[in-house]
């Protein structure tokens, strides 16, 4: 069995249309990580903390963790605490562009792949009225960088460089090669 260690419904929604069986089983960790650490190192920390929580109770089981962070200029933008904290990091990320790191931990028993993609995505002119009318959809409050690419949020997106699956918070084609060696 093929466990997700998620609940975001974006890589549920992933897994699921790339025809992959699975179950999903949540991790409460806190997600508290060394500031020294690298975007990627972070994202893939994460990721992998996220997985081994769940795969000690599941331990002849497929264990997937991911996480994803925004980073602009060096900063980690998380998940917005309120409506103000999205807004100023809209308008932070407003005509620039950041990356999106992706961290994945793929385990089962012992055997363990950690690895992260990075996709760079540059925003449109935001003003302050399209960044309240986006905020008033209430998209933006669970996502890291306070938009989804996948929903409402793309219109505020300008282009992007990479995989686009990545920025949704799984970078499908590398979990699949990954997959692969452990069915």
Known sequence: MIILASGSPRR??????????FKIVTSDIEETFNPDLEPQEVAMYLARLKAKHIAL?????????????????NQILGKPIDQEDAFR???????????????VSIIKGEDEDTFYDQTEVCMKPLSELEIKSYIRTLEPMDKAGSYGIQGEGRHLVEKYEG???TIMGLPLKKVINQLKKHI
């Not at 549920?12 to 069986?21: H, M, W």
């Not at 109770?57 to 200029?73: F, L, P, Q, R």
């Not at 990091?89 to 961290?103: D, E, K």
């Open 57 to 73: 109770s599941y331990k002849d089981d497929i264990v997937i963790g991911a996480d994803t962070i925004v980073v602009y200029n």
């Open 89 to 103: 990091m809209l308008s932070m990320l407003s005509n620039q562009c950041h990356f999106v790191y992706t961290g």
């Open 12 to 21: 549920a929604k992933l897994l699921k249309d790339a025809g992959i069986e």
């Open 163 to 165: 995989d686009f699956f």
